[in-house]
């Protein structure tokens, strides 16, 4: 098969159905399957353990990360639980400091409690990174781009930096914002890549999932036996919604970016606009690596106005396109202020979010119908 993105969206991990010719992955809505005998079957025994439906995405998925291996969940943050069970009290993780409030809650109220240790850090800062590697670090997770201030890692001089260290920890990017269409994390020296399938993968906002992908069969084989082991997997309907909505995943990122960039330059103009946030704009300081990086900016950007909090939750609350509400990735325009939304968990803390910052997911509407919603709700600010 073709190497082409577009084409493995479409077609890696996909044939048609042998029984029916159905072009389309069916739907596998059942929960076990007949065996020909005792212990023989056709690969599938339990839904929770396998699922055609879902080897389908987690195949295709995989293709598009260009990794070898793809594992689904129930949600980003059962990928994220999965992945630190695998580590002991005593251990250290090593956390970028930007970094999504529901993965800060499960590190900090749930695992620090069972003995692992976490500490954050700058990822942009290089030599910082180095400064909090320990004898004990197993595992580096960052995201890249962030959430929400949109700050970039250099995954390749991350990976170098983990890799002549004495304790070889893995290394995990957390790839939800840039999807594999626009960054491949594994071909830039990360380990472990981990997607909210919700966001862009899906696409649609009408689906949770979470998605795994890895090219170690030995980490492989121990996320799989987690996977079955702990049961945070997605149901088939869920999987073929993924599997939809990737097909169109190059489609969507282009506009998607294409929309950002503009909505980029006209906030970046407005004289109530203090900061805007956004990877590919000249004011982005590593607008360079941005563009070594990645496809394009992608479709989140984060600005403040100089209203400070009373202007954000004005111009939030006023938005007529853009929808006030959480998550992000889907077709519509969304609008959120994240310290007291999406990052309510990490405020009174060193990663408290500024009570001003307004988060939009970029939508795939028109752009020029855009920039006139926000333009009528920064008036009112």
């Given at each position: 098969?073709?190497?082409?993105f577009?084409?493995l969206a479409?077609?890696?991990?996909?044939?048609?159905?042998?029984s029916?010719?159905?072009?389309?992955?069916?739907?596998?809505?059942?929960?076990?399957?007949?065996?020909?005998?005792?212990?023989?079957?056709?690969?599938y025994?339990?839904?929770?353990?396998?699922?055609p439906t879902?080897?389908?995405?987690?195949?295709?998925?995989?293709?598009?990360?260009a990794?070898?291996?793809?594992?689904?969940f129930?949600s980003?943050?059962a990928?994220?639980?999965?992945?630190?069970r695998?580590?002991?009290?005593?251990?250290h993780?090593?956390?970028?400091?930007?970094v999504?409030?529901?993965?800060?809650?499960?590190?900090?109220?749930?695992?620090?409690d069972?003995?692992?240790?976490?500490s954050?850090?700058?990822?942009d800062d290089?030599p910082a990174?180095?400064?909090?590697?320990?004898?004990?670090?197993?595992?580096?997770?960052?995201?890249?781009?962030?959430?929400?201030?949109?700050?970039?890692?250099d995954?390749?001089?991350?990976?170098?930096?983990?890799?002549?260290?004495?304790?070889?920890?893995?290394f995990?990017?957390?790839?939800?914002?840039?999807?594999?269409?626009?960054?491949q994390?594994?071909?830039?020296?990360?380990?472990?890549?981990?997607?909210?399938?919700?966001?862009?993968?899906?696409?649609?906002s009408?689906?949770v999932?979470?998605l795994?992908?890895?090219?170690?069969?030995?980490?492989?084989?121990?996320l799989?036996?987690?996977?079955?082991?702990?049961?945070?997997v997605?149901?088939?309907?869920?999987?073929f919604?993924?599997?939809?909505?990737?097909?169109?995943?190059?489609?969507?990122?282009?506009?998607?970016g294409?929309?950002a960039?503009?909505?980029?330059?006209?906030?970046?103009a407005?004289?109530?606009?203090?900061?805007i946030?956004y990877?590919f704009?000249?004011?982005?300081?590593?607008?360079?690596?941005?563009?070594?990086?990645?496809?394009?900016?992608?479709g989140?950007?984060?600005?403040?106005?100089?209203?400070?909090?009373?202007?954000?939750?004005?111009?939030a609350?006023?938005?007529r396109?853009?929808?006030?509400?959480?998550?992000?990735?889907?077709?519509?325009?969304?609008?959120?202020?994240?310290?007291?939304?999406?990052?309510?968990?990490?405020?009174?803390?060193?990663?408290?979010?500024?009570?001003?910052?307004?988060?939009?997911?970029?939508?795939?509407?028109?752009?020029?119908?855009?920039?006139?919603?926000?333009?009528?709700?920064?008036a009112?600010?």
């Amino acid at each position: 098969m073709s190497d082409q993105f577009e084409t493995l969206a479409i077609h890696a991990g996909q044939q048609p159905d042998p029984s029916t010719g159905a072009v389309m992955t069916p739907i596998y809505q059942t929960s076990t399957f007949v065996q020909d005998a005792v212990g023989v079957h056709k690969g599938y025994e339990y839904s929770r353990s396998g699922n055609p439906t879902r080897t389908a995405l987690q195949d295709c998925f995989a293709a598009l990360e260009a990794a070898q291996y793809g594992l689904a969940f129930a949600s980003g943050l059962a990928a994220t639980d999965t992945i630190i069970r695998q580590f002991a009290p005593g251990d250290h993780i090593l956390v970028g400091s930007d970094v999504y409030g529901g993965t800060f809650r499960l590190f900090e109220r749930e695992y620090k409690d069972f003995g692992i240790e976490f500490s954050y850090v700058d990822v942009d800062d290089l030599p910082a990174v180095q400064a909090g590697l320990r004898a004990n670090t197993k595992l580096v997770w960052l995201e890249t781009p962030t959430n929400p201030y949109l700050g970039l890692a250099d995954i390749a001089a991350v990976a170098g930096i983990l890799k002549a260290h004495s304790s070889q920890p893995l290394f995990a990017v957390d790839n939800t914002f840039a999807s594999p269409y626009l960054q491949q994390p594994l071909t830039l020296g990360a380990d472990i890549v981990i997607h909210s399938a919700t966001k862009y993968l899906g696409g649609h906002s009408d689906v949770v999932l979470g998605l795994v992908a890895v090219n170690d069969q030995t980490l492989k084989e121990r996320l799989a036996f987690s996977q079955n082991a702990a049961g945070a997997v997605p149901g088939p309907m869920d999987s073929f919604l993924v599997l939809r909505g990737i097909k169109t995943l190059p489609l969507r990122m282009d506009r998607h970016g294409h929309n950002a960039a503009a909505i980029a330059d006209y906030l970046a103009a407005h004289p109530k606009v203090s900061q805007i946030y956004y990877p590919f704009h000249a004011s982005h300081p590593q607008q360079a690596l941005a563009r070594k990086q990645m496809r394009n900016g992608g479709g989140m950007l984060s600005f403040e106005l100089k209203g400070g909090e009373a202007a954000a939750r004005t111009v939030a609350e006023n938005t007529r396109l853009f929808a006030l509400a959480e998550s992000l990735g889907g077709v519509e325009s969304l609008i959120e202020v994240p310290a007291v939304m999406t990052h309510l968990s990490v405020a009174n803390s060193p990663l408290a979010v500024d009570p001003g910052l307004v988060r939009l997911s970029v939508g795939v509407e028109h752009v020029d119908d855009l920039i006139a919603d926000l333009e009528q709700a920064i008036a009112k600010a």
